[in-house]
């Protein structure tokens, strides 16, 4: 059973027109975390929350958000998509911020901005 | 600059031959975890090195975290095709804002 759910699995935005992604757990991990992977790179970290604690990475363009209602989902928005956006964006939970837990990966969601 | 190295970058092998890629860190790392990413897919966790000088085994895959925990290695034995994907190396320090760190990974094919 899939623990870490992104959706949707493919997404078509227009240049500048707001668009969020989902993503849902099932496995009560405090730490939820969004990266952003473009073609034949590592993931590169955009942010994460330890509960209800914001976390952004310095060079997290302004036009990146993210929300987190509740313990089970987050979600990313990026108000003005540009081309150079489009990517996988993989969101991932750990149970601990310690950094000596596993991170659990969705399976990310492709996004193309035309 | 990149804080977390790997290399090779990409590694073609030929069924059955062994596969090693290196992770090096620019700082003392608290621990160090590897995933494999298969195409199309997404990163799927493999272990993680809490001591220096460590190693584990996971059958054909051998993990080792150097004596100063600033590098690490994964090698395969014996490759098989459905090791096709890409490794990463994932560092975890202080120093990187209590935060995990990706190498580039290495990306291998496994030709039959």
């Known amino acids: 059973d899939a623990m870490v759910i992104q959706n949707p699995r493919y997404q078509v935005t227009q240049f500048g027109k707001p668009v969020t992604l989902s993503c849902s757990q099932t496995?009560?991990?405090?730490?939820m975390y969004w990266y952003q992977q473009k073609s034949s790179q590592a993931p590169k970290l955009l942010f994460h929350?330890?509960?209800?604690?914001?976390?952004n990475e310095a060079d997290t363009p302004d036009n990146f958000q993210s929300r987190r209602p509740n313990t089970s989902f987050c979600f990313l928005d990026i108000r003005s998509p540009g081309l150079g956006d489009a990517a996988m964006y993989l969101c991932?939970?750990?149970?601990?911020?310690?950094?000596?837990?596993?991170?659990?990966f969705g399976q990310g969601t492709r996004l193309t901005v035309v | 600059g990149q804080q977390v190295m790997q290399i090779p970058q990409y590694q073609h092998v030929q069924e059955g031959e062994d596969f090693t890629t290196y992770c090096n860190s620019s700082?003392?790392?608290?621990?160090i975890q590897w995933y494999k990413q298969r195409p199309g897919g997404h990163p799927v966790f493999l272990i993680q090195?809490?001591?220096?000088?460590e190693v584990k085994k996971q059958k054909r895959l051998t993990f080792q975290f150097g004596e100063a925990k600033k590098n690490s290695s994964l090698h395969i034995t014996a490759t098989q095709t459905t090791d096709v994907g890409t490794y990463f190396c994932?560092?975890?320090?202080?120093?990187?804002?209590?935060?995990?760190?990706f190498g580039p990974g290495t990306r291998l094919s496994v030709l039959p």
């Open positions: 929350y330890y509960d209800k604690d914001f976390n």
């Open positions: 496995l009560n991990h405090n730490v």
């Open positions: 090195l809490v001591k220096s000088g």
């Open positions: 991932a939970t750990s149970s601990s911020f310690v950094g000596n837990t596993e991170a659990f």
């Open positions: 700082t003392t790392l608290s621990n």
């Open positions: 994932a560092g975890f320090s202080d120093n990187y804002g209590q935060n995990f760190v």
